[in-house]
C-alpha cells in the first residue's frame, strides 16, 4: 500500500446525559455534536514527531499502536493537533483526541483493526462509557450498556438519529474551574461502589431504563421535541442522584446548580450536566430557539456554543 501523503481525521465532541450505574458495567446515554470539533494531521516523517498537542498523551497512543503491531520503534510519522475540545469540560474530549490519534495511525499503515481493539487496546478509551468511542465511529445518540459479562466496551443498545432542525446549547466557564478527572474520578467511583445500597441502585436502574425505553427513545423516534428534552432533564437528574454522595447533588458543584437554574426559570427545557461537568447542555427545537437562548445568557464567564447532532461518524482525509 503506498503511503499517504497525509491523513486528517476529524470528529465532534461527546455529550453525556448519565449513567445508568455507579458500577461495571455502568452503561449509559449520550449523542455526538459537531462542535467543538477535533482535527488532527499524520503526515510521513523522518522519525516519530509530536509538532502540535500534548507530546505524553499521543506518544502513549503510538507505544501502544507499536507494542500490538510488533513494531520495535515509534512509527515514522508528524501528528499535528489542529484543533481539539476544551479537556475536562464534559464534551469527550480525551476520547475524541485518542481515538483519532489511534485511528489515524491505523489509517497511516493501511491494518485492519476492529473499533473495539482500536478503542481498548491502542486509544485505552471505553472503560466506563462507549458513547464517545461508538459516536466517534458512527454519530448520533447512543444508548449503550453490557450485561456484566466481562466484555471490554459495552455494545450499541439503540442508535437514533434525531430531526436534523434540533439543537444544543452547551454553556461551560471560560476560566477553568475544578474539574473531576483522572485519579479523582477513580477516587469518587470507588467511594460511590463502597458505600453503596443494592436496593437503591436496584431502583435508580430500573428508572433510568424507564425512562430511557418507554419516554425518551419514543420520542426521539416520533420526532417530540418537548416529550424528549423533559424526559432527558428526568433522566439527568436522576442518573445525577446516584453521585450526589461525590459531587454534593444532581449537579456538580455551585456553577452548574445555578446555572441550570437559572436556566430552567428561564423556560428552558432538556437542560442538564454533561459527564462531571462543568459543562451544561441545553436542547432547543430549532436555531432560531437556540440563537435566542444563547443571547439572554452571554456573558464573559461563559464559553456558549450553539451545536448540531452529528449523526455520522468521524471524517477521514487522505492526502
Not at 50 to 65: L, N, S
Not at 107 to 128: C, N, W
Not at 173 to 194: C, I, R, W, Y
Not at 268 to 279: E, K, N, T
Request: with cysteine; charged share 20%.
Amino acid at each position: 500500500m503506498e503511503t499517504p501523503k497525509q491523513i486528517r481525521i476529524e470528529t465532534g465532541a461527546r455529550l453525556h446525559f448519565g449513567l445508568l450505574d455507579t458500577a461495571p458495567p455502568f452503561g449509559g446515554l449520550g449523542a455526538m455534536i459537531d462542535q467543538p470539533a477535533t482535527i488532527v494531521e499524520l503526515s510521513p516523517a523522518d522519525q516519530w514527531n509530536v509538532r502540535r498537542g500534548d507530546a505524553q498523551r499521543i506518544g502513549r497512543i503510538a507505544e501502544r499502536f507499536s507494542r500490538f503491531i510488533g513494531q520495535a520503534t515509534l512509527p515514522a510519522v508528524a501528528v499535528d493537533v489542529i484543533n481539539a475540545a476544551p479537556p475536562h469540560r464534559g464534551f469527550g474530549s480525551g476520547t475524541q483526541l485518542s481515538l483519532a490519534i489511534a485511528d489515524g495511525l491505523r489509517q497511516f499503515t493501511g491494518l485492519a483493526m476492529s473499533h473495539e481493539t482500536l478503542a481498548v487496546q491502542i486509544a485505552d478509551r471505553g472503560k466506563r462509557s462507549a458513547v464517545g468511542v461508538h459516536g466517534f465511529f458512527g454519530g448520533g445518540m447512543i444508548f449503550e450498556t453490557g450485561d456484566d459479562d466481562g466484555g471490554a466496551l459495552n455494545p450499541i443498545r439503540q442508535r437514533i438519529e434525531l430531526p436534523p432542525s434540533w439543537r444544543l446549547v452547551t454553556l461551560s466557564p471560560s476560566n477553568m474551574t475544578q474539574t473531576v478527572h483522572g485519579k479523582q474520578e477513580s477516587d469518587h467511583f470507588a467511594k460511590l461502589q463502597s458505600g453503596s445500597s443494592e436496593d437503591s441502585d436496584h431502583c435508580h436502574r430500573e428508572l433510568l431504563r424507564g425512562l430511557i425505553n418507554d419516554d425518551i427513545l419514543p420520542a426521539a423516534r416520533a420526532g417530540n421535541f418537548t416529550d424528549f428534552a423533559r424526559a432527558i432533564e428526568s433522566y439527568n437528574y436522576t442518573s445525577g442522584m446516584m453521585f450526589a454522595a461525590t459531587q454534593g447533588g444532581p449537579y456538580n458543584g455551585r456553577w452548574v446548580t445555578e446555572l441550570v437554574a437559572s436556566l430552567q426559570s428561564a423556560g428552558a427545557i432538556g437542560v442538564g450536566q454533561s459527564s462531571w461537568g462543568p459543562g451544561v447542555f441545553v436542547w432547543c427545537e430549532d436555531e432560531s430557539a437556540a440563537a435566542r437562548l444563547a443571547d439572554q445568557f452571554a456573558d464573559p464567564s461563559i464559553d456558549i456554543q450553539i451545536a448540531r447532532i452529528k449523526d455520522s461518524g468521524r471524517t477521514v482525509v487522505r492526502g
